[in-house]
């Protein structure tokens, strides 16, 4: 009877935790199989274990809960915890997110990863406090080129062709530089606009290319990967203010350490859809990146003028 009692108070004890639970909800616009889905579910597990229950992350992925504008206002607003939205649409709602977007700012892949670890990337971050969200972490998605049904060696080729860009004012301001019309789109909603002809090319990395089925409607890659803004996970301001300071670092500390992880399989997701891509008949096309970069090298002077943004490119430039 004892032992019977002692486990009853045991299992009391455990419910009552579990009704305790805050769940926290996260949306993205990726499907399952991509590296960014892979690293928020490393996130999610890690902030349960660090609370032993207490917090739980659940994850919405394809858009479940609309378009990544969609969620990203929705978690300005309070509606949604969370959102793994592009970086180049973040600016939308706090202008030093542009900085990430500038075409050609980063040298090498390894040149961002630097950024993304550093104390200039907290900052920006941390750079949208009091307009209804705040950044946890960067994650790496790659970099991106153009792609359609013909290559595009160099920006002539690209003259007069309506091109699908993300709801980002730099990322227009890039494509009619390279004398294309920029068209925003929705991520969801380029599989449909290529096929119809609504589009005439999108940019993007090779796992969007091949994860949201893509190949099927474009077979060139053109590889000049004129921007490598990385992907950022963001909270309302509302949630964040709810958790207690030793959740809030829970959940800064899993973030941290999910990108770490998010990286591995970004590399190893990338060059297997790479592979992929290559087998079922996508032809990837060497360019003049010299004459992309001439371009839409206004894009880096103007914002070297910029007060807000000019600290953060300098910081960048000088890693």
Avoid: C
Avoid at 89 to 105: D, G, M, N, Q, R
Avoid at 133 to 149: A, C, K, P, Q, V
Avoid at 170 to 196: D, H, K, S, V
């Amino acid at each position: 009877m004892k032992k019977i009692l002692l486990s009853l108070i045991a299992t009391s004890v455990m419910m009552s935790a579990n009704v305790n639970a805050k769940t926290l909800n996260l949306g993205h616009a990726m499907s399952l199989d991509n590296a960014a889905h892979k690293g928020m579910v490393i996130f999610a597990d890690k902030v349960k274990e660090k609370s032993n229950g207490d917090l739980n992350v659940r994850i919405f992925p394809n858009a479940q809960l609309g378009s990544e504008r969609d969620q990203a206002e929705q978690v300005v607003t309070g509606a949604l915890d969370m959102a793994k939205i592009n970086g180049s649409l973040a600016e939308s709602f706090e202008p030093t997110f542009k900085t990430v977007s500038i075409p050609f700012l980063f040298d090498s892949i390894e040149h961002k990863r630097q950024f993304m670890r550093s104390d200039t990337a907290e900052k920006m971050l941390l750079s949208s406090e009091g307009k209804g969200f705040i950044g946890l972490t960067f994650y790496d998605s790659g970099t991106r080129s153009f792609y359609g049904s013909k290559p595009f060696k160099t920006p002539d080729d690209l003259a007069g062709l309506k091109v699908r860009v993300p709801e980002s004012p730099t990322m227009m301001e890039m494509i009619n530089l390279l004398g294309a019309r920029a068209t925003p789109m929705p991520f969801t909603e380029i599989y449909t606009g290529l096929q119809q002809g609504v589009i005439d090319a999108a940019e993007n990395n090779v796992s969007s290319l091949v994860e949201m089925r893509h190949t099927e409607v474009a077979n060139y890659y053109s590889v000049d990967q004129h921007t490598m803004s990385p992907d950022l996970i963001i909270i309302s301001e509302s949630t964040w203010a709810s958790l207690k300071p030793d959740q809030q670092k829970i959940i800064k500390e899993a973030a941290a350490e999910s990108l770490e992880e998010q990286i591995k399989l970004w590399d190893k997701i990338e060059n297997a859809n790479v592979e992929k891509a290559k087998s079922i008949g996508v032809t990837f096309v060497e360019v003049d990146k010299d004459k992309f970069r001439e371009k839409v090298r206004p894009m880096l002077d103007s914002a070297l003028e910029d007060p807000s943004l000019s600290y953060y490119v300098e910081k960048i430039q000088t890693m």
